[in-house]
C-alpha cells in the first residue's frame, strides 16, 4: 500500500469539499479544508441566493458510504412526483418514476452543516476566513489570506500564508480559484456560457393549523413557456419559490421595474400562487437575481493539483444533479483509491479520465431539461409520450428506462451512458408521436417492436 502520510488541502468548504474530507480523513490522510466564507454555524448563510437541493439516488449512495444518509434523509422530505400548475390554477401530476422512487427536498446549508460537524468529529481541520489567493502548482503550495472575524476581503488582510502540501484539491465552486491557477497553464481548455435566465428566491410561508398550502411530496412548476417558477418543501412547512426569468428582453427582470409591474406580473401570471405568498413583492426586491452558468475545463489534474465538483463541471440546477454530482465524484475518486491502492498519480488520471464524459453528459442534459420543466411539461403531447414511455418500462423494465429514471434513480448507470441511451429512445418516440391519431391509438402500439429498435 502506498504511504497514507500525506497531508491534503481542500480549497472550498462546501459541499463537496466536506463530504470529499470525510472520506479521506477516513482513509488516515490528513486533511485542512479552507474557506473564504465565515462559518456558516456561527455566522448563519447568505439568504434569498438558495435554490433547495433535490438529493437523489447517486447522492444519498455516496452518503450511505460515509455513514450519513439516514441522519440526513431523516430531515428530508420526499418528493414523488411533479405537480404542474397552469394559468388557471388547475393541476397535473406526474410521478417521476415507479411506485417508492422519488427524490429528496434538502435545506444546503443544514446539509452543509451535517458534513461540516462530520467532518471535524472525524478529524478535518477547518480553516474559515481564509481565501485563496494564487497555487504553484510545481510546488504544491497554497497562498492564503486570512482575514480577522471583523473583516471582509475587501478591507484587507490581518496575514498572508504560504503553506505546501503533498496534495490540493480544489472543490470551490464555479469560480474556484484553484482552476483560474491552472488556466493560465499550457494546454488548459476551458470554456463558460451563461444562459439568458437568472433565478430570484421568493417563499411560501407555512400554513395555520401545521399545514403544507401545497402538496408536501411534490416538486411544483409553474410552466410558462419561456420561464417558469417551482417551488421545493421545507421540513418547516414551508417551500423555498425559485423564479427562472430572463434577464432582459419583453419580460424579464429588466422590464419589471416598478412594484406596479411586479405585483400585475404576478397576478397574471401565477394567479393561484400568489395568495399562498403574502410577502413576494418584498422577497422580490430584497433577493439578488442570480446567473446561471455551464463551466467546463479540462484537464482536472496539473501535477498534484485536482478539480472537483463544480470547479471542474458546473452546471445548471434543471435536472437536480449538480450537487449529486458533485458527490458521485467524492464516491468514485474514493472507489479509485481502492482499485489502484492509493496510488494517486495513477487515480488522479483514472479519475478525469472516467469522470470527464459523464460530466459533459450532464450538463447537456441539465441544459436540455430547462425546455421540459418550463415548457413541454404542460404539453399534451408530452405528457403522452411520458405516459407511453411508463409502459413500456413497466412491461420492459429492463429493456426501456425512461432517461430520468436511468439519470435519478440509477446510480449504476452512467451519465453518459444515460445520455447515449436517452439519445436512442427520443428518436424511436419522436416516430411514434408522430403517427397518425396517437393520442387514440397509443395504446395499440406494437411495443415490442419498440423495444427491438433499442
Not at 455513514?67 to 440526513?72: K, R, V
Not at 476581503?153 to 470551490?172: N, Q, R
Not at 417558469?228 to 423555498?240: E, K
Not at 409520450?385 to 448507470?413: C, G, N, S
Amino acid at each position: 500500500m502506498i504511504s497514507k502520510e500525506k497531508h491534503i488541502a481542500i480549497v472550498g468548504a462546501g459541499l463537496i469539499g466536506s463530504l470529499l474530507s470525510i472520506y479521506l480523513i477516513k482513509r488516515g490522510y490528513k486533511v485542512s479544508v479552507f474557506e473564504q466564507r465565515a462559518d456558516m454555524r456561527q455566522k448563519g448563510y447568505e439568504a434569498g441566493r438558495s435554490i433547495n437541493l433535490a438529493l437523489s439516488t447517486r447522492g444519498i449512495r455516496a452518503l450511505n458510504e460515509v455513514g450519513l444518509a439516514e441522519e440526513l434523509k431523516n430531515v428530508a422530505i420526499p418528493m414523488h412526483g411533479r405537480t404542474m400548475h397552469n394559468r388557471e390554477g388547475k393541476l397535473t401530476y406526474q410521478p417521476y418514476g415507479t411506485e417508492g422512487q422519488y427524490i429528496n427536498s434538502i435545506s444546503r446549508s443544514n446539509l452543509n452543516v451535517v458534513l461540516m460537524n462530520e467532518a471535524e468529529k472525524l478529524g478535518t481541520v477547518l480553516f474559515f476566513e481564509h481565501r485563496c489567493l494564487s497555487i504553484d502548482l510545481e510546488k504544491t503550495q497554497l497562498t492564503l489570506q486570512r482575514f480577522t472575524t471583523n473583516q471582509q476581503p475587501t478591507t484587507g488582510s490581518s496575514e498572508i500564508l504560504h503553506v505546501k502540501f503533498d496534495l490540493i484539491i480544489g472543490s470551490d465552486g464555479a469560480f474556484s480559484a484553484v482552476r483560474q491557477a491552472m488556466q493560465i497553464t499550457d494546454r488548459f481548455n476551458y470554456s463558460q456560457e451563461y444562459i439568458k435566465h437568472g433565478y430570484k428566491e421568493l417563499h411560501i410561508p407555512a400554513g395555520d393549523a401545521s399545514q403544507f398550502k401545497l402538496d408536501k411530496n411534490s416538486l411544483h412548476i409553474w410552466p410558462r413557456e419561456s420561464f417558469m417558477m417551482i417551488a421545493l418543501p421545507n421540513p418547516d412547512r414551508s417551500f423555498t419559490c425559485t423564479l427562472f426569468f430572463p434577464f432582459e428582453g419583453g419580460l424579464s427582470f429588466e422590464s419589471l421595474d416598478t412594484k406596479s409591474k411586479v405585483k400585475s406580473f404576478f397576478e397574471s401570471t401565477f394567479p393561484d400562487a400568489i395568495h399562498l405568498m403574502p410577502h413576494y413583492l418584498n422577497d422580490f426586491y430584497a433577493n439578488p437575481a442570480a446567473s446561471l452558468v455551464t463551466i467546463t475545463c479540462y484537464p482536472w489534474v496539473k501535477n498534484n493539483t485536482l478539480l472537483i465538483g463544480d470547479a471542474a463541471h458546473a452546471i445548471v440546477p434543471f435536472y437536480g444533479q449538480g450537487m449529486n454530482a458533485g458527490f458521485e465524484d467524492c464516491r468514485i475518486l474514493n472507489d479509485l483509491l481502492n482499485e489502484f491502492d492509493d496510488d494517486w498519480t495513477k487515480v488522479l488520471l483514472a479519475f478525469q479520465f472516467l469522470r470527464k464524459p459523464d460530466a459533459d453528459a450532464i450538463a447537456q442534459l441539465a441544459l436540455d431539461n430547462f425546455t421540459e420543466m418550463s415548457d413541454l411539461v404542460a404539453d399534451e403531447n408530452f405528457l403522452l409520450r411520458k405516459k407511453i414511455e411508463a409502459k413500456l418500462h413497466l412491461l420492459y423494465p429492463q429493456q426501456w428506462i425512461p432517461l430520468y429514471t436511468m439519470v435519478t434513480f440509477k446510480d449504476d448507470i452512467r451519465y453518459s451512458q444515460a445520455y447515449s441511451i436517452g439519445q436512442k429512445q427520443k428518436k424511436i418516440m419522436d416516430k411514434v408521436m408522430k403517427q397518425p391519431h396517437i393520442a387514440e391509438r397509443w395504446e395499440e402500439l406494437d411495443l415490442n417492436q419498440l423495444i427491438s429498435q433499442i
